[in-house]
């Protein structure tokens, strides 16, 4: 390998940006490939890096730029990419887990030998510092002889709860432990060495649609190197505890990995009465150093390396220094043989996946739902069932959440920038809800994958012939800052969006350009703006409130007194069908509850129906504004960052909804009857809404 490590990412999507980030801050190393079937994303991510985009692997090693590559896709294709890989004469790291099985795992390790190429696991915890810290500090025996260990990883996991379910470590019970457990069995494995399993329990079962049992946890008992293990999986909405504790004879250490802290409690030799005061001082030290240490390397980064970046960077810079012993593909097939041991040990009865209802005819769609995987296309699509039509779902896989619906909905794959695709999807549609959202980083990418999109498909909706097409803005457009301004659906938005977040411009120049279209050309177009949906399917943590700080404290957007504009997402299901033949083509649409709810009675909701108690404060916007503005500065002039966002004081004021809203123009024009009962409300969106998994 040159004195240069010349690196590939094959897939581009959320973890590939850890990598990349990692790679890019580690000595020796430059990515050179950026590899996805996603030509946009391909060349998009490329571009950040000043790397090559690949379509295709073949071409990716046929253009012989890279010496490595780091396989970022879905874990089912794995091991077909990391034998093409080594065989093309790269090292590869696989992301966890490397495989769907041992037997797979091992078949790459095979390959990795015969070509004499290296196989690693991307098993990122194992480079934090703390951890490190850790390992060094058991085997110099300052911890006495550890007889036990206890490996944590309680953190809520949404999905489970409000989707989306396509996913691949949904589709089937064993996925969650292969897509999780590699996190904690690589710990024990790289402490211990090779595990036996003892027990193994799965726990809280939750129904994914079509009555498909998923296990929220795993309980896993296991011995290594004389050492008794103890697993716990959490998947509930819980207080995050990722931690990993060992009990020696001379001291307890525990590691909270998501924080990269390091903690250990030893005995003194102190008397009885002075002995358990130093025990708890010499603690408090050691979390206040902690806390000071991670602070400033938070400050002197600018916010750029977390506990899980820098995890990141231990494991690249240990891989391309040559200690990569920990990642290697040898360690890689004892984690995965634990995890496979593990899911024998499991009940045959938590390892089913739920038999698909039996089709009896094919769908013979009239309605379009783009965007039907999400929490309110989900409930839209039940109801147009329910109403009678047959509903074609697009998806950017093959499958959704409507198992128990073969004879009434379809799943089709087509990608939202092929204008020929969409227009062939929607013959015989009569209408078509866009539900579509971008949440991009930068104007240019919302231009292109919101914006456009919008416009697309709106396109494709008059070539199609389609009858209606309903668009879902948001109630975020709006300058909601000032408590004395009523907002109706005569209320404009700002003429200069430019310094409102990257959501509120971009889904405002989706409704400007919609409206040109509907002006210019005829599109038969209705907007509607949802505004805090709440209901079954929905998540416990909604950002429309506040900043959520775990499951437990929550920093409301201003000081919460203000009613908030909620709605039930089966009421918005109702308006959305509502809009599909009504005489209201050219109009828009806010589809608000009845005024009710504030954000601290929201939460005393919670705390009185389910006896949980969520700490709440209020968010300071003026603070949040001067933070704003300072992040602004640091990047805009420190970091020369281009397209950096103006801080508003207004924007960060319309967070917090303060100006009220008046919803009679739905009521009065579509019949359109919100939930306006407190207690049903209360019991719909948060009793029936299993908001915390249990």
């Not at 036990?148 to 989707?163: K, N, V």
């Not at 200690?323 to 009940?347: E, F, K, N, T």
């Not at 959501?503 to 805090?532: D, F, T």
């Amino acid at each position: 390998m040159s004195a240069e490590t010349r690196v590939g990412l094959i897939g581009a999507g959320y973890i590939a940006t850890w990598h990349a980030d990692a790679l890019a801050a580690t000595p020796g190393v430059r990515i050179t490939a950026v590899c996805d079937p996603n030509e946009i994303a391909a060349k998009g991510f490329a571009e950040g890096y000043g790397a090559t985009p690949f379509l295709s692997v073949d071409d990716l090693i046929a253009a012989g730029i890279c010496d490595a590559v780091h396989i970022l896709t879905p874990p089912h294709l794995h091991k077909s990419l990391a034998i093409q890989c080594l065989r093309g004469g790269l090292d590869v790291l696989v992301e966890k887990p490397v495989a769907e099985s041992a037997e797979e795992t091992h078949e790459i390790e095979a390959v990795a030998q015969e070509t004499g190429k290296r196989f690693s696991a991307g098993h990122n915890f194992l480079g934090l510092p703390s951890y490190r810290t850790m390992k060094k500090a058991m085997e110099a025996g300052e911890y006495g002889r550890v007889s036990g260990c206890e490996i944590t990883w309680a953190l809520p996991l949404a999905p489970l709860r409000s989707g989306p379910f396509n996913l691949w470590l949904l589709r089937e019970p064993k996925n969650l432990l292969l897509e999780l457990g590699p996190h904690l069995i690589a710990f024990a494995q790289d402490l211990f060495g090779p595990m036996e399993i003892i027990h193994a329990q799965a726990e809280r079962p939750i129904a994914l649609p079509g009555d498909d049992m998923r296990p929220q946890g795993f309980r896993i008992l296991a011995r290594a190197g004389g050492v008794e293990v103890t697993f716990t999986l959490s998947m509930v909405e819980t207080t995050d505890d990722r931690s990993v504790t060992l009990r020696g004879s001379s001291a307890r250490a525990r590691l909270d990995f998501a924080q990269d802290v390091l903690v250990v409690e030893r005995e003194n030799a102190s008397d009885l009465v002075v002995n358990p005061l130093r025990r708890q001082l010499d603690l408090s030290r050691q979390h206040l150093w902690q806390g000071v240490k991670n602070a400033a390397v938070q400050l002197k980064s600018l916010n750029t390396q977390n506990p899980y970046g820098r995890s990141f960077r231990g494991m690249n810079a240990a891989l391309y220094s040559g200690d990569a012993a920990p990642y290697s593909g040898a360690q890689a097939v004892q984690v995965m043989q634990a995890i496979d041991d593990a899911i024998a040990r499991l009940p045959d009865a938590d390892l089913k996946v739920a038999a698909p209802a039996v089709k009896s005819r094919n769908p013979k769609p009239t309605a379009m739902v783009i965007g039907g995987t999400g929490f309110i296309g989900r409930a839209l699509t039940r109801r147009l069932v329910a109403d009678g039509r047959d509903v074609r779902v697009l998806s950017r896989g093959r499958t959704g959440p409507f198992p128990d619906l073969p004879d009434n909905v379809e799943t089709v794959s087509v990608s939202l920038h092929d204008l020929d695709g969409l227009t062939e999807a929607m013959k015989g549609i009569d209408v078509v809800f866009n539900l579509a959202k971008a949440l991009e980083t930068s104007w240019a990418d919302c231009l292109t994958n919101d914006v456009g999109v919008a416009t697309r498909v709106g396109m494709a909706c008059e070539q199609a012939g389609v009858k209606r097409l309903v668009y879902t803005g948001t109630i975020a457009s709006y300058d909601m800052s000032d408590p004395n301004a009523k907002i109706t659906e005569e209320t404009g938005f700002a003429e200069d969006m430019t310094d409102r977040n990257l959501y509120a411009r971009s889904k405002a120049e989706c409704e400007k350009q919609l409206m040109k279209l509907h002006r210019e050309r005829g599109l038969p177009l209705v907007i509607a703006r949802p505004g805090i949906v709440v209901g079954a399917g929905g998540p416990l943590q909604h950002w429309g409130i506040g900043r959520w700080h775990g499951a437990g404290a929550v920093r409301i957007w201003g000081h919460g007194r203000n009613i908030l504009p909620f709605v039930l997402n089966d009421d918005i299901a109702d308006g959305l069908v509502r809009m599909i033949d009504e005489p209201v083509e050219g109009q828009s649409f806010n589809l608000i509850g009845e005024p009710m709810l504030s954000g601290r009675d929201y939460f005393d909701a919670i705390h009185e129906a389910l006896g949980a108690r969520i700490r709440v404060s209020s968010g300071n916007l003026y603070a949040f504004y001067a933070s704003d503005a300072l992040k602004y500065g640091l990047k805009k002039y420190a970091l020369r960052r281009p397209g950096v966002i103006r801080p508003s004081l207004a924007d960060w004021k319309s967070r917090a909804h303060f100006s009220p809203f008046v919803n009679e123009k739905p009521k009065r024009l579509l019949g359109w009857k919100p939930e306006a009962d407190r207690t049903t409300f209360i019991e719909k969106a948060i009793t029936q809404a299993n908001l915390f998994g249990f």
